[in-house]
Structure formats: C-alpha cells, structure tokens
C-alpha cells in the first residue's frame, strides 16, 4: 500500500520531450510511479512561456487542468476554453486538445487517474490536422 508523499515543486527540474512535434511545452512531474510511492494517480504542473506550443493530442485517460499563472485557450474537440488562476478544466478521454500557441506565459497543474506518467498514450495530430 502506498504512502503519503508529499513533493515541492520548487526543487524539480524542467522537464520536455526530446520530439519537437510534441511542442515546446515544459512540465514537472509531481507524483507518478515509480518516482513517488503512489498509484492511480499521476499529476503535474505544465509550464509555457509566450509563444510556446503544446500541439492538438488526445489520450485515452481523462484529464484535469487547474490554472495557476497566466490566461490561455485550450482547444478541446475544436472549441476554446479559457485557462486562468483558479480556473479548471475537464477533458474527456479521448478528447483532442492543446494549446496550439501561448500568447503569454501560463502554468497549469494536471492530473490523470493512471499510476504513471508512462502510462499515458499521447497520440498527436500531423502539422496537416492542426487547427490554427
């Protein structure tokens, strides 16, 4: 049975993905397996600074964002929702959605009901199926 763990932000890394079609998001991860004695659920805190992408994906896992800095849109099946301080956002899984392009700087925190980050299957849309 897992423990309680708690995990401060502050002393993460930044962390990206080496494939440049999955955007120039940066996020830190909070608690997923193996790193953090947890399961069922894995969460983090996504970082963009002004004209970063975070391109159109969807995953099987539902997914929540709450703001935390900085106003953006989030495109989910087509259709923008705004993402600000105090903000949350549901998507469903299966959802396509991103953030195509911040036009200023934005954090969010994320969370998924899976035990590991590796465990979520992103799939992202070609440069031809991206909405502008």
Do not use: N
């Amino acid at each position: 049975m897992p423990t309680a763990t708690a995990v401060d932000q502050s002393t993460l890394p930044d962390e990206c993905w080496d494939d440049p079609t999955r955007g120039s998001i940066r996020f830190r991860t909070l608690i997923s397996a193996p790193r953090t004695d947890s399961d069922e659920i894995t969460c983090g805190i996504a970082i963009m600074a002004a004209g970063d992408t975070f391109p159109l994906h969807s995953h099987p896992q539902a997914e929540v964002y709450f703001g935390l800095d900085g106003e953006g849109e989030v495109l989910v099946d087509g259709i923008p929702h705004r993402l600000a301080p105090g903000v949350a956002l549901y998507i469903p899984g299966g959802a396509v959605h991103g953030v195509p392009r911040a036009k200023a700087p934005l954090r969010w925190f994320y969370t998924f009901a899976a035990t590991s980050f590796s465990d979520i299957e992103y799939t992202f849309l070609t440069k031809a199926e991206q909405t502008p």
